[in-house]
């Protein structure tokens, strides 16, 4: 077993590994505390790769307490010397991954733990907490919150931007939905696998127009862990490694105003990014996890992340392509967070289940590469606040 105290590197050439990922238990969960949450995801994950927890010497987590990762590492019994707190959203467990990996191959770290946990749903249910219309009130924000402009509201507009500028239709967005619940019906895992149609998606309650309930996320219960260590470890791990190709992020914008086009989100910079560092293109993944708290994410980060050109989203994603069974492009194969789980900054979710996939781990939702092997290429696409932000991993076996 490799130490904690063996002795760190000055090399800036280390390879980065996925090590051990976990979920710790999702949907439902109404007897647990953020907390505990974040320690069952930690320890399973330990538990997949195999590795002691005296080996973590690098702690990142966010939206729990006030002086997170401090408060959460306190109560995994880590003493980490190399922690990040980086708020900015959903993309917030990309970015992390981003920096953990650049701090292990300069040397700053040996294994960092990324760990999150919510009770968003249980705390709702029990009266613990309402459904808040914003982020605050200060700064940039004062001039729109008084006005009502929800986060929903937010995406619903940018969506019909789209529709406006492309001719994008509701069906095509709907037919994102529909697809994310087709995934979902192999996971047994998922919170909802009940198949919906189109017509099901568009009669549903408005909740921002365009978007009806079956457009937005789920809210649930959930946490999950994901360990990165330095390539030396990868001999002492129980599972095959899943190697850290090239990362991405950027931030666009807090108003509205400041944003330039409604149609492009940040993840046109992080990704491209991330496809040049890893020396690969996105004709070449074999599949796509993707930030979708609303169907507009899934449509538009496709584009940005150039699997089709600007305004070609509706046309792309209305042909099954993101289906595991016969898509050719698989998205978001866990069902998503519009079917599968959704407790609040679910980037991590999707770095799980790339790392899953990769290892052929999946089941019955497992994807296979064109040849029929397990698939080699991944990425995963978090995106923050209301296209804010973005983080954007490529990952490879």
Known sequence: MTSRTTSRTTSRSRKVAVVGVALSDCGRVDDATPYALH??????????????????????????????????AEYLGLRPTWVDSTAVGGSTWEVMAAHAADAIAAGHANAVLLAYGSTARADIKAGRRTGNLSFGSRGPLQFEV?????????????????????????????????????????????????????????????????FTKLHCCIRSDGGAAVLLAAEEYVRDCRTAPVWVLGTGEHVSHASMSEWADFTVSPAAVSGRLAFERAGVGPAEMDFAQIYDAFTYMTLVTLEDLGFCAKGEGGAFVEKGRLRVAGG??????????????????????????????????AGARQVRASDGELPRLGVASGTGGWFCSSGTVVLGR
Not at 160 to 189: C, F, K, W, Y
Not at 336 to 351: D, V
């Open 328 to 361: 050719e492009l698989p998205v978001n194969t866990d069902g998503g967070g519009l079917s599968a789980q959704h407790p609040g900054m679910r980037g991590l979710f999707l770095l799980v289940e790339a790392v899953r996939q990769l290892r052929g781990e």
């Open 39 to 72: 320690a069952q995801a930690a320890r399973r994950a330990l538990a997949d790769a195999g590795l002691a927890r005296e080996v973590v010497d690098g702690f990142a987590s966010a939206g729990t307490g006030t002086l997170a990762p401090v408060e959460v």
């Open 146 to 210: 008084p006005y009502g402009h929800t986060l929903v509201a937010k995406y619903a507009m940018a969506a019909r931007r789209h529709m406006i500028e492309h001719g994008t239709t509701i069906e095509q967005l709907a037919s994102v939905a529909v697809q994310a619940r087709a995934n979902a019906a192999l996971n047994p895992d998922a919170m909802f696998r009940t198949p919906i149609t189109v017509d099901e998606v568009l009669s549903g309650p408005m909740i921002a127009d365009p």
